[in-house]
């Protein structure tokens, strides 16, 4: 799979802390990842610019879940006019470490248009360091497509990634999910 997504590395370190922080880990949180409109859209990976978090856009919808409404879209929409921005992709988290699609993500994306990328975060963005810990999900034909671990790595790339990770920061992803995993037995 081609990478469709390029973040900066402080971008993704002040996403992850905003959301964890906006879902005071009991609340799902969430955002929309925003490139540059003047950036072709077919000419891939798209680099992400500026994070839109939900409850910025639609101050009541994290409820637990996240109950997005039509006040939110319209703030979107004039952020992306005014700023001459478009969505790229959006990340939410999820209270556990399962990172697939749940029927109602797959079912209610926040947009569905082919070529959008789904991120989900586990336990509310909490201790996540790498993008190998988040499952990437792109639409294409109607449906999804799923990626985890190295392979989410290949399409969603942190920084350095396009020419090499930065080792230290997926070593301590690793270790974060042995040391849960062997905490959990």
Not at 5 to 23: D, M, N, Q, S
Request: glycine share 10%; proline share 4%.
């Amino acid at each position: 799979m081609t990478a469709r997504l390029t973040i900066e590395p402080r971008l993704f370190a002040a996403l992850v802390k905003g959301l964890a922080e906006r879902g005071q880990g009991h609340r799902e949180s969430g955002a929309f990842l925003l490139a540059d409109r003047a950036h072709p859209e077919d000419q891939l990976p798209q680099l992400v610019t500026t994070i839109a978090f939900y409850d910025d856009l639609d101050p009541l919808c994290l409820t637990g879940g996240i109950d997005f409404h039509a006040v939110g879209y319209t703030a979107l929409q004039n952020l992306c006019r005014r700023d001459g921005l478009r969505v790229a992709g959006d990340i939410h988290t999820h209270p556990v470490d399962r990172v697939q699609q749940s029927r109602v993500d797959a079912e209610h994306p926040m947009v569905a248009r082919d070529g959008h990328v789904a991120l989900i975060a586990p336990r509310f963005a909490a201790e996540v360091t790498d993008v190998c810990q988040i499952g990437v999900h792109v639409r294409a034909y109607g449906g999804w497509t799923s990626f985890y671990g190295d392979r989410a790595a290949e399409v969603v790339l942190v920084g350095t990634r396009a020419g090499g990770s930065a080792w230290w920061r997926r070593l301590l992803a690793r270790l974060l999910i042995w040391h849960r995993h062997q905490e959990t037995r």
